[in-house]
């Protein structure tokens, strides 16, 4: 895998693909950009590249569950060869996007999307 986005992909698109995620990832009612992590910027175990950011996710809840929310710093990682993007996050907070009335804060989260 390489770190840096190919060349001819927009900066935004994968904006854009988190902006998204209530029209493809079930039961996602909210989610939205909040930040670029700063490539100089020091989060404990977390690798800082040009395409990390910061994100908001809200997903319902059936009854009698409340919703979960999350703010999560996610990398993508792009294998020009092999066709092949891997996005691997994991929680943290952010001032933009305090607690929510109505939902319950994942506050520990880590995974990946392949």
Same mark, same amino acid.
């Given at each position: ?71 999560? !710093? &996610? +990398? ?8 092949? @993007? $891997?996005? =691997? /996050?994991?929680? !943290? &907070? +952010? ?8 939902? @319950? $804060?994942? =506050? /520990? ?6």
């Amino acid at each position: 895998m390489t770190h840096d986005r190919p060349a001819g992909v927009p900066a935004d698109a994968l904006e854009k693909l988190v902006d998204d995620h209530p029209d493809w990832v079930d039961r996602c009612i909210d989610a939205r950009h909040l930040a670029y992590v700063e490539k100089t910027a020091q989060l404990p175990g977390i690798d800082q590249r040009l395409d990390d950011r910061i994100v908001y996710n809200r997903t319902e809840g059936t009854w009698p569950v409340k919703d979960r929310d999350v703010v999560v !710093t &996610s +990398h993508a990682d792009f294998d020009v060869k092999g066709h092949e @993007v $891997r996005l =691997t /996050f994991r929680s !943290t &907070s +952010h001032p933009k996007m305090p607690p929510q009335d109505g939902a @319950v $804060r994942i =506050t /520990f989260l880590r995974g990946h999307w392949t």
